[in-house]
């Protein structure tokens, strides 16, 4: 099994730009997520969703859109990058959060980086 | 802003010897986890505790939770340099958001 799949690896836009991580997962978990991770900042959830055609915000939604048209796929959408979206960007999903089951699989993440 | 800390934010230790890492939290919750993340990878799912649970073991990691003062223990026995990771803890407060602590950077030396 691939698990979650994150595509680009990395990834360089100017202010400005607009792009879409690709997350997918193969697993076939009602829950994926997008956090991001900064230095000494932990990990901040920016969207999330708990099935097709559900999305919601999380801690930090501002300037990203994410939609979630199947089970398997959760792209995130820059609208208009800046600076402080640099950051490295990871997706993760689970069977379902909420129960005690509710472990998150991660992908390898996406470095992006806005100048 | 998180809802979850950590300490220490770093952590040295030799082979051998045992690493404690601490997590506390604001919220009631339903379950709190630890991740461990090497340098430039992804998160890995380490062990779960229920919030009716005290204490848990997997091999050589143990785990408390103690919800009357909101914290919860990692601790690591018999380390080795393969430990040497970024653990973090995370759990489920309102709604179906999971949020993550700060980390704990460990290093263990050979």
């Known amino acids: 099994n691939a698990g979650v799949t994150q595509t680009p690896k990395f990834q360089v836009l100017k202010t400005g730009q607009s792009m879409t991580l690709q997350c997918a997962q193969d697993?076939?978990?009602?829950?994926m997520s997008w956090y991001r991770q900064d230095p000494g900042m932990g990990l901040r959830l920016i969207h999330y969703?708990?099935?097709?055609?559900?999305?919601d915000q999380g801690e930090v939604p501002n300037g990203y859109n994410v939609s979630r048209s199947t089970t398997e796929d959760f792209p995130l959408r820059l609208l208009s990058a800046a600076p402080s979206q640099t950051s490295v960007y990871f997706c993760?999903?689970?069977?379902?959060?909420?129960?005690?089951?509710?472990?998150?699989?991660f992908g390898e993440g996406s470095r992006l980086t806005v100048l | 802003s998180q809802q979850g800390e950590e300490d220490p934010q770093a952590l040295s230790i030799q082979e051998g010897e045992n690493a404690t890492m601490n997590c506390s939290y604001k919220?009631?919750?339903?379950?709190l986890q630890w991740y461990r993340q090497n340098s430039g990878r992804g998160l890995v799912h380490l062990i779960l505790?229920?919030?009716?649970?005290r204490e848990k073991h997997s091999g050589r990691l143990r785990v408390t939770l103690d919800t009357s003062k909101k914290s919860s223990s990692l601790l690591i026995t018999a380390s080795r340099a393969a430990d040497t990771a970024s653990y973090f803890c995370?759990?489920?407060?309102?709604?179906?958001?999971?949020?993550f602590g700060g980390g704990t950077r460990l290093m263990v030396k050979p």
């Open positions: 697993m076939n978990h009602e829950y």
């Open positions: 993760a999903s689970s069977l379902l959060i909420s129960t005690n089951t509710g472990e998150l699989f």
């Open positions: 995370a759990f489920v407060n309102a709604g179906n958001m999971l949020t």
């Open positions: 969703s708990v099935g097709a055609g559900i999305t």
């Open positions: 505790i229920r919030s009716n649970e």
């Open positions: 919220t009631s919750i339903n379950n």
